[in-house]
């Protein structure tokens, strides 16, 4: 038995039915404090290995939270945080609780959606113009975005989208026409739902440290 | 109308994600034994009426400035910047 708690994120407290097992494949808990659950489970180590098995596990947890109960929202942690003791995890909920409820309150029923284009083998497509058409379709649909980084030189769009949940169809729609009058020059990568990774940014530190 | 489904999630996109984002804590409030280690909390929400990166810059930079001049009005809760933790929620320019 550890006290260490691998922490996978933040979500409002209620029951929580998910039927995966976490990191090491250690069972999942919940650690309350008021109003807010952490998902944990207990782990042998307080720096895992970033296998990409622990990372596929970390990802399966905040996945089935996203699908559990009808859809749940959750404030994803960043893979790798493992809390000594409960006490100190408490401790991160109780002081962090005003970004925590605000982040859970602003992030109800929505989820991230990603969409990348990337440009197929001799494309001379105008990629300005493409990013400036996909990305105005892609807006009337979402309710916020996200840029993220052109890694590849074939890669001519990479952003993520933050989507009520209800309108999820719409958005799929918009990605089918996209795919649809760019099918000869590009191809439409389309992935998700994830936790809302990309629209929550909150650090916690310890003072004089 | 045609419609389009996720596909498979690469490893690459869930690397992506969960090594470069989502809410950072730092070693020693994890390990802290005895729980009275006073926490910093640096919080931005990117969303809520933030359709577009200019105005969420803007958004920011009024943030900034309300912050520094330690007024709550027009702050609307966006950042939250509070030193110590264990005060009134008062942001505080550092």
Known sequence: ?209 | MASDRPGADSLADVLDRILDKGVVIDIWARISVVGIEILTIEARVVVASVDTFLHYAAEISKIEEVTEEGSLEDLENLEIRRTPATQAQYPEAT
């Open chain 1, 1 to 209: 038995m550890s006290s260490n708690r691998y922490t996978y994120g933040v979500i409002e407290q209620a029951p929580l039915d998910i039927d995966v097992t976490g990191v090491d494949g250690a069972p999942i808990d919940t650690v309350d404090y008021r109003s807010l659950s952490a998902v944990v489970s207990e782990i042998g180590t307080i720096e895992p290995e970033r296998t990409d098995e622990n990372a596929a596990a970390h990802d399966e947890v905040l996945r089935a939270v996203l699908q559990s109960d009808g859809g749940r929202t959750i404030i994803p942690m960043r893979f790798g945080m493992v809390f000594k003791t409960e006490n100190a995890l408490k401790n991160v909920l109780r002081n962090g609780r005003v970004a925590f409820r605000r982040s859970l309150n602003d992030l109800d029923g929505m989820v991230e959606l990603g969409v990348k284009l990337v440009a197929k083998e001799g494309s001379t497509v105008d990629r300005r113009a493409v990013v400036e058409d996909v990305a105005t379709r892609l807006r009337a649909v979402a309710d916020t975005e996200a840029g993220n980084d052109l890694y590849s030189d074939r890669l001519v769009f990479n952003r993520a989208y933050l989507v009520d949940r209800a309108d999820q169809p719409a958005f799929e729609e918009t990605v089918a026409a996209i795919r649809d009058a760019y099918d000869d020059s590009l191809l439409v990568q389309y992935n998700g739902p994830w936790a809302p990774y990309n629209f929550v940014d909150i650090e916690i530190g310890a003072e004089g440290r």
